[in-house]
Antibody, heavy 116, light 107 residues
Framework: EEQLVESGGGLIQPGGSLRLSCEVS????????MSWVRQAPGKGLEWVSF???????QYAESVEGRFTISKDNSKNTLYLQMNSLRVEDTAVYYC??????????WGHGTMVTVSS | EIVLTQSPATLSLSPGERVTLSCRAS??????LAWYQQKPGQPPRLLIY???NRATGIPARFSGSGSGTDFTLTISSLESEDFAVYYC?????????FGQGTRLEIK
């Protein structure tokens, strides 16, 4: 069964850093299109970042320069390093796998709260 | 950035009714348009990809159509489990964008 399990969320002060993890089972992160998508409380979905292969990445303008997506093929895990966090980064963060140009598989998300 | 505008924002309907949700793109996205359903406390679930293809396990009462800038999601006969929020999403250009959602409520 294909499964994504996020972890690493929590309460962090503005300006702080956090690293989210997404453990993948049932398929390999090595040759799949993977993204992070977030959802602020009571709001809609916002795509955050994408990774494919060794070095192909994309970022939303709102996180460019602050967030870094990466993966460890040996651990079959996706990461999102979040620096210089802002109150507006508060959200549930989902990892997702693309199949056929759509997000076919989603994790259950991890909550990030940025507050002083 | 391609902006996706969904309408209406909220819809109140009864089980058994037919419903059509709209998603309009600010520029053409070919057929790189997907639809998702989200219930409270759950991640989104993919319903439709490439504008008109049902994802695995999605009931036949869900159908999608459109290309270019105008897309629709139709539920032929609403069941109680269909009351949720629906989002469209484009994969034609970076950044990937979602519509703001349509909330389907029980009347």
């Amino acid at each position: 069964e294909e499964q994504l399990v996020e972890s690493g969320g929590g309460l962090i002060q503005p300006g702080g850093s956090l690293r989210l993890s997404c453990e993948v089972s049932g398929f390999s992160v090595r040759n799949n299109y993977m993204s992070w998508v977030r959802q602020a409380p009571g709001k809609g979905l916002e795509w955050v970042s994408f990774i494919y292969g060794a070095s192909t990445t994309q970022y939303a303008e709102s996180v460019e320069g602050r967030f870094t997506i990466s993966k460890d093929n040996s651990k079959n895990t996706l990461y999102l390093q979040m620096n210089s966090l802002r109150v507006e980064d508060t959200a549930v963060y989902y990892c997702a796998r693309e199949v056929g140009w759509a997000f076919a598989i989603w994790g259950h998300g991890t909550m990030v709260t940025v507050s002083s | 950035e391609i902006v996706l505008t969904q309408s209406p924002a909220t819809l109140s309907l009864s089980p058994g009714e037919r419903v059509t949700l709209s998603c309009r793109a600010s520029e053409g996205v070919n057929s790189y348009l997907a639809w998702y359903q989200q219930k409270p406390g759950q991640p989104p679930r993919l319903l439709i990809y490439d504008a008109s293809n049902r994802a695995t396990g999605i009931p036949a009462r869900f159908s999608g159509s459109g290309s270019g800038t105008d897309f629709t999601l139709t539920i032929s006969s609403l069941e109680s489990e269909d009351f949720a929020v629906y989002y469209c999403q484009q994969r034609s250009n970076w950044p990937i964008t979602f519509g703001q959602g349509t909330r389907l409520e029980i009347k």
